[in-house]
């Protein structure tokens, strides 16, 4: 009995063991021997999770076709819908076999082609993404998008984060893939599925969705029943759909391709890149397709993703490769509450992936789409903003300010919220963790902004050490006025004839300090970092620079305003030491500001003061 046990035992160990080789096994077909007129076939899914062969003639290679040592197989596909179809949307990665070996992958089309033609991505190349652990970002300065500056007289620790809003609101420098034109071959463009977000905000981020390599479709999860029907982890096979989770709660934004190759645990798939992140922690999730729908701009296949079944660690120019089965990739929590001025609170959770780029933008689109699916885009609004971003470790960035306009109000206020991500999330401190973000939102049916008339000083001469308090005049839209009462303290270190005092709502204090803040005070760490976001300038607030005509300089992230003389013949005189620091014309002496208010407050006036008594 025993006996007979031992030898069950050991068929079933080979017949596994057999099995796995066998999956592990699949026969590589060299690009080397690509030759046109090979026949073949391809594997994917063009309903439900039915796996579906099509038919491949290869037309030919192009060598160098994408970049340097990237080849591309050109293939006309047939079978199946893809007469009236063409090249689908979602098939990027489908395999194809030519004499049973592993060609590549389905990858690249011909926009507005009439036939089904295709370019394959050798799976020599797919492979040659290999598996790795994410690496540990390096710190890297992002000084063109802020300043830290700080007043004579702070520490560093007390500095204020000056954003270059131009900056800010641009994809400069990040991955982008232009608008495909009909006679070039181009990546097949990723179907964005996208549930939960409204009209307006994908009319609005679908350029710029599409210049990433995005097709952003209204879609959802399947529901109920239904959701029971999706496949499992074990059904992952070569010609499978998965989707990579990027939002999913109230608010659900995946990005769809197909599996091409599996070895055990590893996959990989699409045949190009997603957003080329290289080292990445993507979710991704089984797909069920409800339909292949044919289009004369794009067809594309209507899918709805499973639950979590691994995780995307790389995303390479020729592939993505992921790993099935493990620990779930940490996502950011969001949690919104909107008072409506419909008089309706709403709630709204959802999750999203930590990634340096996407967030902030992911972070953008979802809360613009939720306050334009009950606010009104066009018309007198106010928006009242308060939240938290909370770091692991206990640190916490402070939301709060007043967006005000007749128009992209929404748009404001949810880029008020995106900008200190992205500076956190581009700041690349390995200790950097996003534990979830809180908001709380009130929208009002009035404009309630508030213009800098008048400016006015106790005094117009001063001493070193004195104290003063300026008076602001602010004119509402309805007509009435308001004041807002400043107190400045003249430091005593103060030796020149005059300093100049600038009153003005935070957006333009911001424009004005960034233009004179010397270049290079970036954080040190990301405890100065999140101290300097929480004294980033508001919309809600009047702001006072007392600034004075001396020399300022910039080291190593900090900045020293009024240096002696002593020490600036120092730096001068020794080039090794001048070399790593910036020197500016003008230092801010003193930086003030009032309570908050009510108002988004605009506008900007100058006062000059006369410094008389000791040291002038």
């Not at 089904?116 to 390096?138: C, Y």
């Not at 005094?459 to 807002?484: C, F, I």
């Amino acid at each position: 009995m025993r006996l007979k046990r031992l030898l069950a035992s050991l068929v079933l160990v080979f017949c596994f063991a057999s099995c796995l080789w066998a999956q592990n096994s699949t026969p590589i077909f060299p690009i080397g021997e690509v030759r046109p007129g090979l026949k073949g076939v391809g594997r994917t899914i063009f309903q439900g999770d039915k796996i579906e062969e099509f038919q491949v003639e290869i037309l030919g290679v192009l060598k160098n076709a994408l970049a340097p040592k990237r080849d591309v197989i050109v293939a006309r596909l047939s079978g199946g819908p893809l007469e009236k179809t063409g090249v689908i949307a979602g098939m990027s990665g489908s395999q194809i076999y030519v004499d049973g070996r592993l060609v590549g992958a389905v990858a690249l089309s011909f926009p507005f082609a009439k036939e089904a033609l295709a370019g394959i991505t050798p799976i020599e190349e797919m492979l040659e993404v290999v598996p790795e652990k994410p690496s540990t970002t390096a710190h890297r300065s992002p000084s063109d998008s802020f300043r830290i500056a700080r007043a004579s007289g702070e520490s560093g620790d007390l500095g204020r984060l000056v954003p270059n809003e131009a900056a800010s609101q641009t994809l400069a420098g990040l991955p982008q893939t232009p608008e495909p034109a009909g006679t070039s071959l181009a990546s097949l463009l990723l179907p964005l599925r996208m549930g939960g977000f409204s009209t307006e905000a994908m009319d609005q981020f679908t350029p710029q969705l599409r210049r990433l390599g995005f097709e952003p479709m209204q879609g959802g999860v399947l529901s109920g029943s239904e959701q029971s029907a999706t496949p499992s982890t074990t059904d992952l096979e070569p010609g499978s759909m998965i989707s990579l989770l990027l939002v999913r709660g109230d608010l659900n934004l995946n990005v769809d391709c197909t599996v091409t190759y599996r070895q055990g645990n590893n996959l990989y798939a699409c045949g190009h890149r997603v957003l080329s992140a290289g080292p990445a922690q993507f979710p991704f999730a089984p797909s069920r397709v409800i339909a292949t729908v044919p289009s004369l701009a794009s067809s594309f296949k209507l899918d709805a993703p499973g639950p979590v079944a691994g995780t995307i660690r790389q995303d390479r120019f020729s592939a993505i490769y992921g790993l099935v089965g493990g620990k779930t990739p940490p996502m950011i929590p969001i949690h919104l509450h909107v008072d409506s001025t419909l008089n309706r609170k709403t709630d709204y959770s959802f999750e999203m992936v930590q990634e340096s780029f996407l967030s902030p933008l992911l972070l953008n689109l979802a809360l613009t789409s939720a306050l334009t699916a009950t606010e009104r885009a066009v018309g007198a609004s106010t928006l009242e903003l308060k939240g938290k971003i909370q770091l692991a470790g206990g640190q916490s960035v402070d939301l709060e300010d007043v967006l005000s306009g007749d128009i992209g109000t929404a748009n404001m206020a949810a880029a008020t919220v995106a900008m200190p991500l992205t500076f956190l999330m581009s700041s690349g401190f390995p200790d950097l963790q996003i534990q979830d973000i809180d908001l709380s939102i009130v929208s009002l049916n009035e404009k309630r902004t508030a213009t800098i008339e008048q400016v006015w000083s106790t005094k117009s001469e001063v001493r070193p050490g004195d104290h003063l308090e300026l008076t602001a005049l602010l004119r509402l839209p309805w007509g009435e006025t308001l004041t807002q009462k400043i107190p400045v303290d003249i430091p005593d270190s103060v030796t020149d004839k005059v300093l100049s005092v600038v009153v003005g709502g935070g957006s333009s204090i911001n424009a004005l300090e960034f233009r004179f803040t010397p270049l290079g005070a970036t954080p040190r760490d990301l405890q100065q970092l999140v101290r300097a976001l929480n004294r980033m300038r508001r919309n809600n607030r009047v702001y006072a620079l007392v600034m004075a005509p001396q020399r300022s300089f910039v080291m190593q992230g900090d900045e020293y305003p009024s240096p002696p003389p002593s020490l600036l013949q120092t730096f001068l005189a020794d080039p090794a030491v001048s070399s790593s620091v910036v020197f500016s014309g003008t230092s801010v002496v003193g930086d003030f500001e009032t309570k908050p208010t009510p108002y988004t407050v605009q506008g900007q006036k100058m006062l000059i003061l006369k410094v008389v008594g000791p040291g002038t």
